[in-house]
């Protein structure tokens, strides 16, 4: 199986913005509904961001306003732009098939301190 590849995280002062990249190839991630999940320390993985493939978004309450997600269905790509990042966005963060249909890559690393 095709696992997605996410990068782009770093370090990042409280309200300041970064940029998530995932490769994701393979038919099936074309055709479904992609999302971003993060998952903190000691905390159950959560989805944050989904985008269909016609285009449709939709987020989490918690980054509703402050996060975006795209995609390039040519390039195999998605990616969400996070801004007005807050102690709290500090997480692993991963993307996959939304419901989750692969499996899962080695995430990128977001730490936002304040």
């Known amino acids: 199986q095709v696992q997605p590849v996410e990068s782009g995280g770093g370090l990042v002062q409280a309200g300041g913005s970064l940029k998530l990249s995932c490769a994701a190839s393979?038919?099936?991630?074309?055709?479904?509904?992609m999302g971003w999940f993060r998952q903190a320390p000691g905390k159950q993985r959560e989805l944050v961001a989904t985008i269909t493939s016609g285009g449709s978004t939709d987020y989490a309450d918690s980054v509703k306003g402050r996060f975006s997600i795209s995609r390039d269905l040519a390039k195999n790509t998605v990616s969400l732009q996070m801004n007005s990042l807050k102690p709290e966005d500090t997480a692993v963060y991963y993307c996959n098939t939304a419901p989750p249909l692969r499996g899962w890559g080695q995430g990128t690393q977001v730490t936002v301190s304040s």
């Open positions: 393979g038919s099936i991630f074309r055709s479904r509904t």
